[in-house]
Structures are given as structure tokens and as C-alpha cells.
């Protein structure tokens, strides 16, 4: 009875926010730089890019957001990072992946908006004949910079942002990810 009573209380306090329009999914796709903090790790990935691998990197979210008051919002991010090295007869992997959380702060400048979010995560390298390997589990933090084109379209409202992620993965070495995107509400 607890049980249906919390399912009961939850539904009603998401249809409550979602009503009032202060909810909202969100997705983002862009691009990253990302800056390795373990020298050993770039010694191979640039011995790998040497021998003619073409890198490209991909990165991408999935969240939620729920705006408290005009100028405040809250948002929670799974986020991911893929950096490929590739060559016609082989392809290496570099998967960062995390989940966030933080605030979002309007100032009321048009659509401009910035944010601040923890973020725990980790990066799983799979490469060619080389067993999958795995960092351990970073406390991180993530700053965003965004600008909402909302007040220009009204049907779609696609945001252009820049974020840079700080992951620390253990041994006193941390990845820097900085990210450019672009994110739209669904």
C-alpha cells in the first residue's frame, strides 16, 4: 500500500510540474575536445594517430530539466563522450560516459543561461586485440555556457552551448572535455 501510495504521490507531482510547463526532456549532440591527463595514455593514443588514424569524436546527452522559478532551473544529464580512432582495417574506442546533475541560472539576457553540475563518470577504452579497459568510477564537475534561441523560434527553441568537463579518474591524473553542442528540448 506504501508503494502505490509513493507511485500515487509521484505521478500527481509530474503531472503538477509538467502542467504548469516548468518540465521538460532535453537532448544534445555535438562535438568534443578532449584533453587526456594520463601521460601514458597519450604516448599511445598520438603513437596510434602517427600511423594514420583519423580521429573523430562525437558526444551527446539525454536529461531533464525543471525550472524552480523564473531564473532558476534544475537539470539531470547522462552524458557521453566517443572518441574514435579509426583506419580502414581497425577502429579503436574511447567511451566517456557519466551522469550529472547541477543548476541552471537565466540572468535575463535574452536566451543567454550558464550552469554548474557535478558529474560522476567514468572511460572505457576498447581497442583492437587489447582486452576492454576501464578507469575508475571520477567525481567531476562540468561548467556550461548556453544561449536558448527561444524568444527567435518558437515552435523548436534549439540552444547552442559550450561546456568543459573536468573528470578526475584516479592516481591524481583527471580528463578535461570540453564540448560544443547543440540541444533541443523533445
Same mark, same amino acid.
Given at each position: 500500500?506504501?508503494?502505490?501510495?509513493?507511485?500515487?504521490?509521484?505521478?500527481?507531482?509530474?503531472?503538477?510540474?509538467?502542467?504548469?510547463?516548468?518540465?521538460?526532456?532535453?537532448?544534445?549532440?555535438?562535438?568534443?575536445?578532449?584533453?587526456? +591527463?594520463?601521460?601514458?595514455? #597519450?604516448?599511445?593514443?598520438?603513437?596510434?594517430?602517427?600511423?594514420?588514424?583519423?580521429?573523430?569524436?562525437?558526444?551527446?546527452?539525454?536529461?531533464?530539466?525543471?525550472?524552480?522559478?523564473?531564473?532558476?532551473?534544475?537539470?539531470?544529464?547522462g552524458v557521453i563522450s566517443m572518441d574514435t580512432l579509426t583506419l580502414i582495417?581497425?577502429?579503436?574506442?574511447?567511451?566517456?560516459?557519466?551522469?550529472?546533475?547541477?543548476?541552471?541560472?537565466? &540572468? +535575463?539576457?535574452?536566451?543567454?543561461?550558464?550552469?554548474? @553540475?557535478?558529474?560522476?563518470?567514468?572511460?572505457?577504452?576498447?581497442?583492437?586485440? #587489447? @582486452?576492454?579497459?576501464?578507469?575508475?568510477?571520477?567525481?567531476?564537475?562540468?561548467?556550461?555556457?548556453?544561449?536558448?534561441? @527561444?524568444?527567435?523560434?518558437?515552435?523548436?527553441? &534549439?540552444?547552442?552551448?559550450?561546456?568543459?568537463?573536468?573528470? &578526475? %579518474?584516479?592516481?591524481?591524473?583527471?580528463?578535461?572535455?570540453?564540448?560544443?553542442? #547543440? %540541444?533541443?528540448?523533445?
Amino acid at each position: 500500500m506504501k508503494r502505490f501510495i509513493c507511485v500515487i504521490l509521484a505521478l500527481s507531482c509530474f503531472s503538477i510540474v509538467t502542467a504548469a510547463g516548468k518540465f521538460n526532456f532535453t537532448w544534445a549532440l555535438g562535438s568534443s575536445a578532449t584533453f587526456y +591527463g594520463d601521460e601514458a595514455f #597519450v604516448t599511445t593514443f598520438n603513437g596510434l594517430k602517427d600511423r594514420g588514424y583519423k580521429n573523430i569524436v562525437l558526444s551527446g546527452e539525454l536529461g531533464m530539466r525543471v525550472i524552480f522559478m523564473d531564473n532558476v532551473a534544475f537539470c539531470l544529464n547522462g552524458v557521453i563522450s566517443m572518441d574514435t580512432l579509426t583506419l580502414i582495417t581497425s577502429n579503436h574506442f574511447f567511451f566517456d560516459y557519466g551522469i550529472s546533475g547541477g543548476v541552471k541560472i537565466y &540572468p +535575463g539576457l535574452a536566451g543567454f543561461n550558464f550552469g554548474i @553540475e557535478y558529474i560522476t563518470g567514468r572511460r572505457s577504452d576498447v581497442m583492437d586485440d #587489447v @582486452e576492454t579497459v576501464s578507469t575508475s568510477w571520477g567525481n567531476g564537475f562540468r561548467l556550461l555556457l548556453e544561449y536558448e534561441f @527561444e524568444n527567435l523560434i518558437k515552435s523548436f527553441s &534549439p540552444s547552442l552551448g559550450v561546456a568543459w568537463r573536468r573528470m &578526475p %579518474r584516479g592516481n591524481d591524473v583527471a580528463d578535461n572535455i570540453l564540448s560544443f553542442y #547543440v %540541444r533541443a528540448p523533445f
